[in-house]
């Protein structure tokens, strides 16, 4: 069994897909999309009717549990979300009272069961980004069903990502390795002095990988 070598983890709309691209791209880290079998198009029928959020995250949560076993066949995979940021979609949609009691505790259950056989990553980067530029990609980008989701449900999901690194340290250990990179700026894609300073920092946690002399 091997290791996933990187998770990036942020926000919708913070950057995340940008970042992985541009690891890969640069360092040859093979890239595993987020995706999602979603025959029912549960989905889709989540943004119209709120009570399909408990299937919906059932089938995210199992799909990226699977990604996540096979990323970590061999050490070459980074990894675009993973079952953390899924627990943190979960525990927002009960509070907002998208689940009942009964429902969370079967997802728990299922989560708890799962995370017994996930690897912590080699490195994991959190993508940050202001609340207001997030807003103006999620319109920019123009797909309607984030758009039509309104201002303060993607309100409510930055605010549940603040505290992410303490969860994830919460779930798999303190000595978790991390990076947390702000993309508040657009513009950082286009700069190069600011990329390959980003890359430095990436490449010091794989020593094996990139000769550091």
């Known amino acids: 069994m091997g290791q996933i070598q990187i998770i990036v983890e942020g926000m919708t709309a913070s950057g995340k897909s940008t970042i992985v691209d541009l690891i890969s791209q640069r360092l040859g880290f093979k890239i595993m999309p987020e995706e999602f079998r979603d025959p029912l ?3 889709s029928r989540f943004h119209h009717e709120t009570r399909w959020a408990f299937p919906m995250q059932l089938n ?11 990323a970590s066949e061999e050490n070459d995979f980074i990894l675009d979300r993973s079952i953390f940021g899924d627990k943190v979609y979960a525990m927002l949609y009960y509070r907002k009272g998208y689940f009942k009691d009964s429902q969370l505790g079967c997802y728990l259950t299922l989560y708890d069961s799962l995370l017994r056989y996930v690897k912590n990553p080699k490195l994991l980067i959190l993508v940050k980004c202001p609340f ?6 999620i319109h920019d980008r123009g797909r309607q069903d984030e758009i039509d989701a309104g201002e303060e449900y993607w ?3 930055y605010d549940a990502y603040v505290p992410f690194l303490d969860f994830v340290k919460s779930e798999i ?6 990076l947390e990179l702000d993309l508040a700026d ?5 700069t190069p002095e600011r990329i ?7 490449k010091k946690f794989f020593p094996e990988r ?3 002399n």
Do not use: H, W
């Not at 250990?173 to 991390?178: A, E």
């Not at 390959?196 to 990436?202: G, H, M, N, P, S």
């Open 60 to 70: 995210f949560l199992v799909t990226r549990f699977a990604q996540y076993l096979c």
């Open 186 to 190: 657009p513009k950082f894609i286009e």
């Open 210 to 212: 990139f000769n550091q």
């Open 41 to 43: 198009d549960l989905l």
């Open 173 to 178: 250990g303190s000595d978790l390795n991390y």
């Open 196 to 202: 390959e300073k980003f890359l430095d920092d990436v």
């Open 132 to 137: 207001d530029e997030i807003m103006r990609r």
């Open 155 to 157: 309100r409510s999901l």
